[in-house]
């Protein structure tokens, strides 16, 4: 480091508040803790060996609690440090191979560059006065991501801070726009709901997203609003239970508002019969939703592009471009067919959006959107799209889609590994079963799976997800890395195997040594080994 770099990042910042500004004065110090910032980054990853290091909350939360947010530290140098034990040395790495739990991808440069460049200019893209060409370049993202889905030339839409915001807002569109068309009710925004509002219903399957249910509650609807429909043995929506579901709800008179259909589920990344459901929902006059927060990606992909077909029947969209486009959080998007259906979010401020402003057609984004200040999000898949190209990403998810099944052979090929069905996207559900153990009974199995995870993420050589299936306990890959390999995905099964081994022969140990039933065994104090074949329970949750 020269002297004056040492020099700036030594500096004091609270004694001189008008340095700390990011402004033309102020460059070179913007400049020195960049390279600092990077370089601690660099230092990092280059150390980084595990996703995890294992913390708890526990050990972790002493450090907070000594913490005094009064008094500024006395300098960046001693800032970078102090986080890099509270924070970078604990932190969970996404970039990591053997990080495949959640939706979390690595991240692609440009949109890591572009999350430095955003935050510097911090353009705000509620209206033109505030971010000019931000507005446009978002514009165009829309329009690139509504052609590519096939929606036509009068869709539209904005970006939002990820699936669960553009699940509501598609839902808050579909319900004004029932509710418009109901007798003697002027419309919900500025009269509220009418009295036929606790009949409205919202068709999805039965493992669709839970930010659906969430989004019923704040508008007014309820968890009970959104109707389970059956999926069929891989775990797609089944039309024909649809057909029924929906004929039933008008039949006790409820009003279907909109039939969500998940293109990429959570935990099997199946996809939902689009093409159907989009007809039936056309047939019917009734709101089509596609909740593409996770298979949304694969627009980019040169092999895989056609799962996607019929979501050019949809309503309305939603994308999330920090999942299947490795994009920084956040960036995601809600499109609609319809431009005209946004005017149920719209509002006119005099002092921000005047409705005069509109007709002279300035392109006040804020029109468009729940928010109001929002990030300049679109410029990470602006610049990604500029300096890598769509099929740069749609080659990496493709290869994560490929990882996937090569990882589905090796869990299918291993006696002790029950695997629930084969691969949709990018997600493999399964669980340790040890096929030769006759000692435990299914709620043991659930409580060793259970302690496998915990373990794993205690030792931090792997990070994997949860989820249950018909009731029981299952473990859960995401793919979402292309520098996965399958012998990191052969390397974490052994992992699996050896924690499942061992608890389940601690298990034994203490029921063997009755004298002593808590011999240290973690399964000890779960339920009685039954008698009953697991073997058979592992074909059962299988065909569930
Ligand atoms: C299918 C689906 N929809 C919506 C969401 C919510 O997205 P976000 O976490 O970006 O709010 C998720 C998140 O995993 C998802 O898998």
New binding site residues.
Partial sequence: MSDAQTDACARSLSSSPRAALFSPANMDAWQTGMDRISQLVAEQLDSVQKPFSGITPEALRPAFADLDLETPLENLEAGLEELKSLYLKDAVYFHHPRYIA??NCPVVLPGVWAESLLGAINSSLDTWDQSAGGTLIEQRLIDWTTERLGLGPTADGIFTS????S?LMALLLARDAVCEKLPNHPGNQTHGLPPEAGRLRVFASGI??F?LQKACALLGLGHNAVVPVAVDERRRMDPVALRDALDNARAEGLIPMAVVA?A???DFGSIDPLQAIGRECHARGIWFHV?G??GGGLITSRRHGHWLKGTEMADSV?I?Y??TFFQPV?C?ACVVRDRTQLRHVTYHADYLNPELQAREGTPDQVNKSLQTTRRFDALKLWMTLRLMGADALGDMLDCVIDLTREGYQLLEAAPDIDVVQAPELSTLVFRFHDATEETLGAEQWDALNREIRKRLSRSGEAIVAATKVSGRQYLKFTLLNPETRQEDLAAVVELIRQHGQALVKAHQLAVSTTAQPNHGAPLADIPTASRRSHTTEAKESRHA
């Fill in positions: 959640h939706l990820g699936g669960t915001q699940n669709s997203h930010s998940t990429g589920t959570t909740d927060a996770y939603t999330d920090h999942k956040s995601s």
